[in-house]
DNA sequence: AAGCGCCCTCTGGTATACCAGATACCAAGG
DNA sequence: CCTTGGTATCTGGTATACCAGAGGGCGCTT
């Protein structure tokens, strides 16, 4: 008979130069504005390899997975270039959001148990008295939460997966119009109501309202946003 | 002055090995069924670079991408296997599918011409008289591009992308599902409607029918399907 | 001085060699 | 006979060398 059992956590076997080389540049990349930069950022395969340590190769297939996920594209004997998103792109990527989320809600108002929905109000406790507009940091840092949360109560792997890279765009812009146009105030009015909708379990209320939520930003976009022009 | 310009096809500069090799698997995992295989399906990186033609550099990086949407999964040092999808997961994909066709649905109502939307009518002009049940294969064409044009009408490219992978499984599912418990029959009204609701410009009616119609397969699927377990 | 073309350089694309981990098989020991 | 540990071999992962096309600079031609 063998003793006491050690304690042993498995080796990550999954941390391969590429995936190192997959987050480095992914986390390189969202974290610059590509939209107040004049040019095209260009990305040097060579460079990097030094930069990073290792050689092309998994440097090359780093770049393979944000290309398909659309970070990034590669003109063949030209260069890899951080995509810019066009006025267009973006309010269809909000749009997206806008029917993946409003999903999220219908099947949170079916499965998700009380106790997690409670745990959504508390998101904004802080704010619950008076209005956000005097705290717009802390609110827009609240609201992304809760639309994530939204997102991660529904349970749907998939739905995780597909909204993961649109929300690296999103985010941007809901942090960028949250103070235009009394924005927060009535943002903070609509989540309350998706809130109440949730605990009452009820679905197509849930889901409309989640649905029309995120459509207003993209009509606002729409409307007001002359940033890429 | 020069004469008249020469019509040429540019050249298509994006056909590397990279991209040939990558829809020649693409295409041969879509065509089996995985579903049907005792064991997982393997693909042999060194073995396929012999049957292409090409080193394995391209195959990999083929590989990389068709692992990144899902249709394959490499575990270290043991082989590249396709994935087969769980029940849930394609009770997921459907509800996903929803989600967004429902959205396109929404766009076509504001933005498509009603040129456009009257060939939707026409995709089932030999089904107007009589049910569907008697031509079983052909109402599965239709029924699949009825899907497929209402994405297209959107005008998103975005919804485009992002069905375009979920629609390989879908597209089998719907195909083997038709002919139980005369879905057919049921289908072609809810497709009826569906265009009604378009033609009128009905938005909100359009996409609640659209996502009800996508939201009642996955249903269907989830009390009827036992066929991966 | 302007237009053209050569050539150098730099890019991503591909082929290839080698590495380390995973597995199956086999032989030695109980 | 079963167990155990070594080992041959096969896998994906990585490094590297070389290729051809694109672009820019420079000098020749007119």
């Known amino acids: 008979m063998t003793s006491a059992k050690l304690k042993v956590k498995p080796i990550d076997t ?31 395969e060579r460079q990097l390899s030094v930069e990073l340590g290792v050689s092309r190769t998994p440097i090359r297939e780093a770049m393979t997975v944000l290309e398909c996920e659309g970070f990034v594209r590669t003109a063949p004997r030209r260069g890899v270039f951080v995509v810019r998103k066009s006025k267009k792109e973006i309010i269809e990527m909000i749009r997206v959001w806008a029917a993946l989320e409003s999903l999220a809600a219908r099947l949170i108002t079916l499965n998700a ?45 998939l739905i995780a997966d597909m909204t993961e890279n649109l929300f690296i765009h999103v985010r941007a812009i809901r942090q960028a119009t949250i103070g235009e146009d009394n924005r927060a105030q009535r943002s903070l009015i609509d989540h309350m109501k998706i809130i109440e909708a949730l605990e009452q379990r ?28």
């Open 14 to 44: 999954q941390s391969s130069f590429r995936n190192q080389a997959y987050r480095a540049l992914k986390q390189a990349i969202t974290s610059v504005n590509v939209y107040a930069q004049p040019h095209e950022i260009r990305l040097d």
């Open 113 to 157: 148990s009380d106790k997690e929905i409670a745990t959504l109000r508390r998101l904004f406790d802080e704010f619950k008295d008076g209005s956000p507009e005097g705290q717009l940091d802390e609110y827009s840092e609240a609201n992304i939460k809760f639309h994530q949360a939204i997102i991660r109560l529904s349970g749907s792997e």
């Open 202 to 229: 009820d679905t197509e209320r849930a889901e409309a309202l989640t649905r029309q939520h995120t459509l207003d930003l993209a009509a606002h976009v729409e409307k007001n946003w002359n940033f890429f022009e």
